[in-house]
């Protein structure tokens, strides 16, 4: 397996050298994508352009939640982390809950049956989440503030959203301002380490031209979120990290079978599908040592915050 791994890391390697001798990934921007476009979006709030039901498959033995993204087996990989670490937190939420970055809301109905409100500045990513029925409201950013009372929220989660953001502080703000003294905020986000790992792979200007691609914002340490969290009332009672290196190449390979990869040949649908049902296991085993095994470098924090 490990030289399977790397032989296709290779390939991987090979190919990110061909895009860049015309440019394309250092100029590729998501915000640049025009609203309509029949893309895989997963750099932005639409991962999918409908509100299609994914395949959720549940280890109860290990704790681990996956959701089956059919046009893309590496995010199927990277967000089985989350998936499984929201799922174990949602025992504990308190309602009125809160989808912070909601984006198409296909992330939270693979877990969730009902949230109170949806927040996001995509109104196209909206439209897709309104599709789920699991949403009470869907918001933007702009209607959050003005229309949820202080203190009215129990339960403010957001997976993977707060990086994009070109404004972190008032966000944060909000999600302070809404929560209640007691309420949670539970957040995952892309720290300093993804660069580092991403460099270390292949190297420095690779890892910009793909926090670039991926519309990366704010890759703080974890100092920075602790003393952001904290000046807002927001205790950090929960701060732990995933994703080692070793997933992040993986990562990158699975991402060879997608649609911006080879999906464009025929039959690729299929094969993704197939390597889907041969390799779940195995990544059943890389989650769990993920998520169970934080260690220094990991690319991602989970955090967890309590409103004074």
């Known amino acids: 397996m490990r030289f399977v791994s790397a032989a296709t890391f290779s390939l991987f390697k090979l190919g990110y050298r061909l895009t860049q001798s015309d440019g394309r990934l250092a100029s590729r921007r998501f915000d640049d994508t025009p609203p309509d476009a029949k893309l895989e979006l997963d750099g932005t709030g639409r991962l999918v352009n409908e509100p299609k039901i994914l395949e959720v498959i549940e280890d109860k033995d290990r704790r681990l939640t996956f959701a089956y993204y059919d046009s893309s087996l590496s995010h199927t990989f990277w967000r089985a982390q989350e998936f499984s670490l929201f799922k174990r937190a949602s025992a504990a939420f308190e309602y009125p ?11 939270s109905a693979s877990i969730l049956d009902r949230i109170d409100f949806g927040i996001d500045i995509d109104k196209s990513a909206l439209a897709v989440a309104r599709g789920y029925n699991i ?14 009372p202080d203190g009215s929220v129990g339960t403010v989660f ?145 955090i967890i915050a309590t409103k004074t």
């Open 97 to 107: 809950t809160l989808d912070f970055g909601c984006g198409d809301g296909s992330f």
């Open 135 to 148: 949403y009470g409201s869907l918001l933007t950013f702009d209607q959050m503030m003005r229309e949820i």
């Open 158 to 302: 957001s997976c993977s959203a707060l990086e994009h953001t070109s404004d972190l502080d008032a966000c944060l703000k909000e999600i302070a301002r809404v929560l209640r003294p007691g309420g949670k905020a539970y957040i995952s986000v892309p720290g300093p380490g993804l660069t580092e790992q991403m460099t270390a792979l292949i190297d420095r200007p690779f890892a910009d031209a793909m926090n670039s691609y991926m519309y990366h914002r704010n890759l703080l340490p974890e100092n920075d979120w602790r003393r952001r969290l904290e000046n807002l009332s927001l205790r950090v009672t929960g701060f732990t990290s995933f994703q080692p290196i070793e997933f992040t190449r993986r990562y990158f390979c699975f991402s060879l079978f997608g649609n911006r990869g080879l999906g464009h040949i025929p039959g690729l649908a299929t094969v993704r599908k197939l390597l889907w049902r041969i390799l779940r296991r195995t990544m059943f085993r890389d989650v769990t040592a993920s998520i169970d095994n934080p260690r220094a470098g990991d690319a991602n924090f989970f």
